[in-house]
């Protein structure tokens, strides 16, 4: 018989000989094992579960075009390109523009977007009814709804005023003599009130023509027809003076002013722009509780097919990565030179970041305080062993063994221990995160193959440290005193 196998009968033997102690001792190992393999598989899969969950709170990065840039559907696919597939949870594209409801003196916000991706980035959203699916169809936030008395299954007209999306630049590089001016500003209850008006020879205003058709009828909507007020326009340069160069109409000094601000702002006018009227079904109306309910949606196609225009203001992204990893997109998009600016919804981003820090500081600290319970428990246990065999050891150094024998049989003992009950905790342990997962999260986690190895060795260690005790105490049995019954 090999010394090997002589060693391996020896330890086995002693352990089947207290076996009520030693199956504590393999209890309090497998106990320790399992928990460390499951906080060790919940640590590194939290943050994966985690960040899908903190998905579901809306975007956490956005895309604007830089100052003096457009940012349209071609450059945002071309940005989109560098995130990894598995990294970019969803897209939002946004193009707001304001439209007006002349049945109701209103107009609205409203949001050209890809509802496929809202449902995405912003899962919190409720509807009561459906998302738009087809053409020609809106969502009507529930601010707006309760305001103008739409339902889901109702009809509303929305117009477009080309002068809404006039150029930014300074307005009086268009005051050209000759030329055809457009310009919109803010009426009574924040509708708008669109002018358009020609130059003459001398850049003085020769036609003028007011659409006032969102204001009250009785009110505001008189400065579209009102001669005498309309009359003062004529012959005058711009930029005019409200009060100066131009009297209010009575009982409609919003709109007046507004007619005055519409000119001052004026740029030349688009050739063949033209406003455009459409009629769209209400499939729904939104209720977020906050300001997506002063919104009207609808698809960036209806969008695009109104104003002609393929434009966008900003994306919405909802990206499944740490805080690191958002900056270095960032970073990258930022140097494309794409005409394109990434930033980071902050609030998002340092919650998920400081939230993540502290489930995973907890995880860690339960892990240690059930090592340390751990090695507690399988130390009294061996010490309760040399005790029992104080008489054995003894007789053994009366023989002739060496400490060093002594050590190594009860190092051996408990690393046997470690590695039965590390391999037993190591499957247990990953049923029970995947248990946790299930419950907390709704979603599974896949075995990780180096996770079997990591809590053997690691048992094994905490069974060997657990062991340094008791084996201090075996080698200090003086054998002399044991044989005389002391």
């Known amino acids: 018989m090999t010394k090997r196998r002589m060693f391996l009968r020896m330890i086995t033997a002693s352990l089947l000989r207290r076996r009520s102690r030693m199956l504590i001792a393999l209890l309090s190992i497998g106990i320790g094992a399992t928990i460390l393999a499951g906080m060790v598989t919940i640590y590194y899969d939290v943050p994966r579960q985690m960040r899908a969950q903190m998905r579901s709170y809306g975007a956490n990065m956005l895309l604007l075009p830089e100052d003096g840039e457009t940012l349209n559907s071609e450059k945002l696919a071309n940005t989109l390109s560098q995130f990894p597939e598995d990294a970019l949870v969803g897209a939002a594209p946004y193009r707001y523009v304001r439209l007006d409801m002349t049945s109701r003196q209103q107009s609205f916000t409203t949001a050209g977007t890809d509802f496929e991706q809202v449902l995405k980035t912003s899962p919190y959203f409720s509807v009561e009814g459906e998302y738009p699916s087809g053409t020609r169809q809106v969502l009507v936030g529930k601010e707006i709804a309760d ?43 924040g509708s708008m ?57 009575t009982g409609a000094t919003v709109t007046s002013t507004a007619v005055v601000e519409a000119l001052n702002t004026s740029h030349a006018a688009a050739a063949g722009a033209q406003p455009r009227t459409v009629r ?10 906050g300001e997506e309910e002063g919104y009207v949606f609808m698809s960036l196609e209806d969008m695009q097919s109104l104003t002609g225009e393929d434009k966008l203001d900003v994306a919405e992204l909802s990206v499944s990565a740490d ?23 902050k609030r998002v981003t340092k919650s998920e970041t400081a939230v993540l820090g502290k489930l995973q500081a907890l995880v860690f600290l339960v892990t240690v305080v059930v090592l340390l319970l751990t090695m507690i428990c399988v130390s009294t246990t061996m010490m309760a062993v040399v005790s029992e065999r104080r008489r054995e050891i003894g007789l053994r150094k009366a023989l002739g063994a060496s400490d ?28 029970f995160a995947q248990v946790v997962s299930v419950n907390v999260f709704g979603s599974s986690i896949t075995f990780q193959p180096l996770l079997l190895p990591i809590t053997v060795i690691v048992s094994m260690a905490i069974a060997a440290l657990s062991c340094l005790m008791p084996i201090r105490r075996a080698v200090a049995i003086d054998p002399a005193l ?3 019954g002391e």
């Open 280 to 289: 769209y079904d209400v499939t729904g109306i939104l209720v977020t509780g």
């Open 193 to 249: 009130v669109s002018v358009t008006a020609k130059l003459d020879d001398e850049a003085k205003i020769s036609e003028i023509t007011v659409d006032a058709s969102t204001q009250t009828p009785e009110y505001g909507g008189r400065t579209a027809e009102d001669k005498p007020f309309l009359k003062q326009f004529i012959g005058k340069a711009l930029p005019l003076e409200m009060g100066g160069d131009i009297d209010a109409l």
């Open 147 to 189: 305001t103008i008395g739409v339902k889901v299954g109702s009809s509303m007209e929305l117009t477009w005023q080309p002068a809404v999306t006039a150029s930014t630049g300074d307005p009086s590089d268009d005051w050209q003599p000759g030329a055809a001016l457009a310009g919109s500003a803010e009426g009574f209850g």
């Open 404 to 431: 060093n024998s002594i050590r190594v049989e009860f190092l051996g003992e408990g690393m046997f221990l470690g590695m039965l009950g590390g391999v037993l905790g190591a499957v247990l342990g990953f049923v």
């Open 323 to 345: 805080e690191e990893q958002l900056n270095g997109y960032v970073e990258n998009i930022t140097q494309s030179g794409q005409g394109v600016t990434a930033r980071l919804v």
């Open 482 to 484: 044991v044989l005389k």
